[in-house]
């Protein structure tokens, strides 16, 4: 086990670096830089724009660019963020406890929702339930993320104002409420959020764990238990689900590459102050350390999710230590 772990770690550090690296190189060869967007004034000079890409070492060749901040990295220190005029680490620790808490929220409910969807299709194969979950499975999974959003937005902000549209609190009078008021208007402001997120990992992770229980129900184990006299609602409950939850283990892991990308769509939508939120302004504002900085969060966070997943399965399954 040690050693399995120790390989799927190798694996983890080398794709964080090899993203890294890339995302660095892109976001450096692309056309213009920060200093250019943050001192776009008419009473700036070209001469004093240098002077600030000196200071902050942006003239100097791309290798050396890239081996300053490797080090820096390697020691904690992501850089100084041109748009929030802060260091990038701190505007990183404010944004990412927001994320981790709409993705891990939506990452409970997706997959508790997934697995009763799949375990009710699989209940009556064929029937009328199954099929009417299946179209509706088919249709969430097809939409685009951000225009899901929208619909979402438009029906539960604006036509049916229910729940608020935007941000994470009510910005005007949140901190004048009591403690249970604060706590509703925070509520309030991730159902939309995290709603969209729910509703479209769901569709991936019920279609994933339907296919599974299918490849076990012909097994004969539960033939067997079937012809014992357990019903088939039960033996796919008590039985089948247990034998069938490997592939949504593994895929809580690698899940998390789409939760992390469809994050970033719906923050921008509902104007939510986390990681996703701040890497498309950040890109918007060419802020190369928060670019990369944000990249390098997200690569870990997918990294470790595959690590935790793929220890998981092996845990349950000891014939996947030997691959």
């Not at 539960?156 to 949140?174: C, E, K, N, Q, T």
């Not at 998390?256 to 302004?281: D, H, Q």
Request: aromatic share 8%.
């Amino acid at each position: 086990m040690r050693r399995f772990f120790a390989g799927r770690l190798a694996q983890a550090v080398i794709v964080v670096f090899l993203v890294t690296t890339i995302t660095f190189l892109l976001v450096h060869l692309a056309p213009g830089d920060p200093i250019s967007v943050a001192l776009d004034k008419p009473g700036v000079t070209e001469a004093v724009r240098q002077q600030w890409r000196e200071a902050f070492g942006l003239d100097r060749p791309l290798g050396e660019q890239y081996l300053r901040w490797l080090g820096n990295a390697a020691r904690g220190e992501l850089g100084w963020s041109f748009s929030f005029r802060r260091p990038v680490r701190d505007v990183i620790a404010d944004a990412l406890p927001r994320t981790l808490l709409l993705v891990g929220l939506s990452m409970v409910f997706s997959f508790a929702l997934g697995i009763v969807v799949a375990v009710l299709q699989t209940e009556r194969p064929g029937g009328r339930r199954d099929r009417w979950f299946g179209r509706i499975l088919l249709l969430l999974y097809s939409v685009p993320d951000f225009w899901l959003a929208l619909v979402v937005l438009l029906l539960f902000a604006y036509r049916l104002p229910i729940f608020p549209p935007s941000g994470i609190v009510a910005p005007v009078v949140h901190d004048y409420m009591s403690f249970s008021g604060r706590l509703i208007d925070r509520l309030l402001h991730l159902v939309l959020p995290v709603t969209t997120l729910t509703l479209l990992a769901t569709a991936a992770i019920s279609r994933h764990q339907r296919s599974a229980l299918a490849e076990v129900m012909p097994s004969d184990w539960m033939r067997t238990a079937i012809a014992k006299g357990v019903s088939h609602r039960r033996a796919v409950r008590r039985h089948a689900l247990r034998n069938a939850l490997l592939p949504s283990i593994t895929l809580a892991g690698l899940y998390l590459p789409a939760l992390a990308a469809g994050a970033l769509f719906v923050e921008k939508v509902y104007s939510w102050p986390g990681m996703g939120l701040l890497a498309a302004n950040a890109i918007v504002a060419r802020d190369y350390p928060l670019i990369t900085a944000s990249v390098l969060i997200t690569s870990i966070a997918v990294a470790l999710g595959a690590l935790l997943a793929d220890v998981a399965a092996a845990a349950a399954d000891p014939r996947i230590r030997v691959s």
